[in-house]
């Protein structure tokens, strides 16, 4: 009784093993083989060749920009007719993100007074007093209603007065400015780059014949990949515009800067490469990019003016992307470990056929005790086996 008891105990000490049969069944045969042929081109074709398994990847990109540019355009406003940097550049310090002007309208010599307001200006018109309620400011306009109704100059159409900066801003009929030399201004992009995890940086310039280098070279794919200044006409051209039509009513191009970076090769190769899209809207209703600012100044009286723009131009947004990789021992095991546990697939799949599709059944599972009594019966004597045997 104790014996049997303790039976069940001794099935914690059983251990299962493989036991391979070897068949003679061609199909199954070339079916195992061919599935080998097929994980290992998998493993060297697209893990290793394409996707480059055996190396960790670092995606996580540290950048800074530094944008510049430099140009010199005649003008036509009150407070000068030659335009630089400081005056079409917005922001003036470099960045990210800057718009370069390209066309204005000025309305000079505002003062805050009392005027008609714009016809253009929805809900302005009036016929009388009483379609001006004093104190309300007028929906996209440019003052407050004094309460009287006035005929606007050289125009038969009655506008509400207001009381704001006039004059009021002129229309986008009337002539405006156009920045001409503004196609060949250039655009200077200073990128510094570091992935941490390699403990690697980079930049976009060379370090060999800076700073004179700069002031000569003009970026080119083949010749002067290396050189950070882009003149502002090739910029547009490559985002898809056509600079003499954009230029008029403005527009928004994305720079899109791309470092592609393997350390396993050397790091000289890890160079930036630039595209340039259009970011824009080809909607009529929302195509350009435009923005209003003033300039404030003081007469003798001590009365304060400005002079309004409603500018045009780019908007030129400069992005950083960039991946790093480099060998990796533990990403290698891992990803030839878990393709080669494929391989159980395909074993499983002609043990299936085996089993279940062959005519001829073959023995898959055996216990090993009945393999051992097999064993101690050849060893027995052959008046002992026919004993044990009864």
């Known amino acids: ?63 800074s920009v530094v944008t510049k540019v430099k140009g010199i355009a005649r003008v036509n406003t009150t407070f000068s007719d030659l335009w630089g940097p400081e005056e079409y550049v917005i922001p003036d310090h470099g960045g990210k993100f800057l718009f370069v002007v390209t066309n204005f309208i000025e309305t000079p010599n505002q003062t805050l007074t009392t005027c008609p307001e714009s016809p253009s200006v929805p809900f302005s018109t009036c016929t009388h007093d009483d379609n001006c309620t004093e104190g309300e400011a007028v929906r996209a306009g440019n003052g407050i209603k004094t309460g009287t109704c006035r005929k606007t100059d050289g125009n038969e159409t009655n506008t509400c007065e207001i009381y704001g900066w006039c004059p009021t801003e002129k229309p986008r009929r009337e002539a405006a400015t156009m920045l001409r030399e503004a196609e060949n201004f250039t655009v200077y992009i200073r990128n510094f780059i570091k992935f941490s995890q390699f403990n690697l940086s980079k930049t976009n310039i060379l370090k060999e014949g800076y700073p004179s280098y700069i002031k000569t070279c003009l970026h080119d794919e083949i010749h002067h990949p290396y050189c ?12 898809g515009y056509r600079f003499e039509e954009v ?19 050397d790091t000289s190769d890890c160079h930036p490469q630039y595209s340039f899209m259009s970011m824009g809207s080809s909607t009529p209703v929302t195509a350009g990019y435009n923005f209003r600012f003033a300039r404030y100044s003081s007469d003798a009286a001590g009365r304060t003016h400005r002079n309004l723009y409603k500018v045009y131009g780019f908007q030129l947004n400069v992005m950083v992307f960039g991946t790093a990789s480099q060998f990796s021992i533990i990403h290698t095991i891992i990803n030839v470990a878990s393709v080669l546990t494929l391989m159980a697939v395909g074993s499983y799949i002609c043990d299936v056929i085996l089993l279940f599709m062959v005519k001829k059944k073959y023995a898959k599972f055996e216990s090993l005790i009945k393999a051992d009594k097999e064993i101690a019966l050849q060893k027995m004597p052959d008046h002992s086996k026919r004993k044990f045997s009864h």
């Open 1 to 63: 009784m104790a014996r049997r008891c303790s039976n069940p105990l001794l099935y914690l000490f059983n251990y299962t093993t493989v036991r391979y049969v070897v068949t003679q069944n061609k199909i199954v045969g070339l079916l195992y083989r061919f599935f080998q042929l097929i994980i290992m081109c998998y493993l060297i074709g697209w893990v290793f060749v394409t996707k480059k398994g055996y190396q960790v990847v670092d995606d996580t990109i540290e950048s």
């Open 228 to 239: 950070p200044v882009f003149r502002l006409g090739d910029i547009v051209s490559k985002a």
């Open 247 to 265: 230029a008029a009513k403005g527009g928004s191009i994305g720079i899109v800067i791309k470092w592609s970076c393997d350390f396993d090769m």
